[in-house]
């Protein structure tokens, strides 16, 4: 099992920046790669960005290209998502997974393991 906890939402101002972070712990060993996604209420949760543990290779989503940066820290076991230039329509919940090397990364059923959320508003 991995155990993610998510920490750094908060209520932030259009154009604002916030840093969330993704400690992760248990079996990390057996985790490829770390996603972030986001759930506004009523609808789907979307893929936002992931990144691969090993090599660091970086994918994100069309509506937050340029905006927002995925990191990792290997010796931290933790996964950062820096977001920039916040929008109204950014607001959500943002939930970080820990998946295996198979499957389509942004697609919520790759991932295997969850964290609990941390709840991203910002304001107009």
């Known amino acids: 099992q991995v155990q993610l906890v998510e920490s750094g939402g908060g209520l932030v101002q259009t154009g604002g920046s916030l840093r969330l972070s993704c400690a992760a712990s248990g079996r990390t060993a057996s985790s490829y790669a770390m996603g972030w996604f986001r759930q506004a209420p009523g609808k789907e949760r979307e893929f936002v960005a992931s990144i691969t543990w090993s090599s660091g290779s970086t994918y994100y989503a069309d509506s937050v290209k340029g905006r927002f940066t995925i990191s990792r820290d290997n010796a931290k076991k933790t996964g950062y998502l820096q977001m920039n230039s916040l929008k109204p329509e950014d607001t959500a919940v943002y939930y970080c997974?820990?998946?295996?090397?198979?499957?389509?990364?942004?697609?919520?059923?790759?991932?295997?393991?969850w964290g609990q959320g941390t709840q991203v508003t910002v304001s107009s």
């Open positions: 997974a820990s998946r295996g090397p198979i499957g389509l990364r942004q697609f919520p059923h790759t991932y295997d393991y």
